[in-house]
C-alpha cells in the first residue's frame, strides 16, 4: 500500500551476476524488459542504463579485490518511478557526498556517481543491511 492508502501494484526484478565486466551486459537487458512492462522514452531508457551500468562497474572494480563475488541488482517499478538498487558484499567505499559533473571530478575520477547524481532524481549511497559491502539505490521519476 502507498502512503495514501491505495494499493501499489509495483513488480520487483532481481538478479544476481557474478562480480565481472561482462556480466553487467545482463542487468541492462533486464533493465530493456522492464521497459516492455511500463514503456519508456528511449532517451530515459539510454539514460537509466547508463547510470545502471556505471552502477554495476563500480562493484566490479572496487568491490572485490580477487576478482570473486558477486552483484544483487533489483529493480521495482512502480506506476511513477523506477527504484533501482546496486549492492555487493565487497569492500564498500564513501564516496564525496556533492561528486558533480566538474573539472575536478573528471580530472580524478569518480565520474560514476556523478553521472547517476546527473540522471536520477534521487540517488543513495551508503551500506547494506547486513553491514558488508556497498549500496548505491537510485530513484527515476517517470
Same mark, same amino acid.
Given at each position: 500500500?502507498? &502512503?495514501?492508502? =491505495? @494499493?501499489?501494484? +509495483?513488480?520487483?526484478?532481481? *538478479? ?10 545482463? /542487468?541492462?537487458? %533486464?533493465?530493456? !524488459?522492464? &521497459?516492455?512492462?511500463?514503456?519508456? &522514452? =528511449?532517451?530515459?531508457?539510454?539514460? *537509466?542504463?547508463?547510470?545502471? #551500468?556505471?552502477?554495476? /562497474?563500480? /562493484?566490479?572494480?572496487? %568491490?572485490?579485490?580477487? +576478482?570473486?563475488?558477486?552483484? =544483487?541488482? $533489483? ?10 538498487? @546496486? &549492492?555487493?558484499? !565487497? #569492500? !564498500? ?11 575536478? #571530478? *573528471? $580530472? ?5 556517481? %556523478?553521472?547517476?547524481? $546527473? ?7 551508503? +551500506? ?5 559491502? $556497498? ?5 527515476? *521519476?517517470?
Amino acid at each position: 500500500m502507498t &502512503a495514501d492508502g =491505495d @494499493v501499489d501494484l +509495483g513488480r520487483t526484478v532481481r *538478479l544476481t551476476i557474478p562480480a565481472k565486466p561482462e556480466y553487467i551486459t545482463l /542487468s541492462r537487458l %533486464a533493465l530493456a !524488459g522492464l &521497459a516492455r512492462v511500463r514503456p519508456l &522514452a =528511449d532517451e530515459t531508457l539510454a539514460d *537509466l542504463k547508463l547510470a545502471l #551500468t556505471e552502477a554495476c /562497474s563500480n /562493484s566490479v572494480r572496487h %568491490a572485490y579485490e580477487d +576478482g570473486e563475488g558477486h552483484v =544483487d541488482i $533489483s529493480f521495482e517499478l512502480r506506476d511513477d518511478r523506477l527504484i533501482v538498487e @546496486v &549492492a555487493d558484499d !565487497g #569492500t !564498500g567505499f564513501e564516496p564525496e557526498p556533492s561528486a558533480t559533473l566538474d573539472e575536478e #571530478t *573528471l $580530472s580524478e575520477g569518480g565520474l560514476g556517481i %556523478a553521472i547517476i547524481r $546527473s540522471i536520477a532524481d534521487e540517488v543513495e549511497i551508503g +551500506g547494506r543491511p547486513n553491514g558488508k559491502g $556497498s549500496r548505491l539505490r537510485f530513484v527515476k *521519476l517517470l
